[in-house]
């Protein structure tokens, strides 16, 4: 049986490290370039700003949903509230009115 060379020795005990760091270097690169990684920080942080907007513009919507909700309530429904309503609904109105498209 051969004996291995001096270079063929050096490199079976390279291996294991090189493996090693090959390992350590690719889970490296993942967390600083991967989805989740420090370099998507910058995206994350635009996209929480875009849904704070969006909620924002949806707590004002809900706001204005809840006080129509509010001037309906059949218990104390506010006049005016229900005669826009019903003519929205109905497409009626008086031969005297005069109707000024908003849309």
Sequence with gaps: MKKPSA?????RRAAIPALVFTVMAFFGAYAVLGPNGVLAYGDYKRQLAKREQ???LLDKKREVLRN???LLDPDHANP????????????????????????
């Design 54 to 56: 969006d909620y924002a």
């Design 80 to 103: 005016d509230m229900v005669d826009e309503m019903v003519r929205k609904e109905l497409n009626v109105t008086h031969p005297d009115e005069v109707i000024v498209p908003l849309r």
């Design 68 to 70: 129509r909700v509010a």
């Design 7 to 11: 270079f063929q020795r050096t490199l």
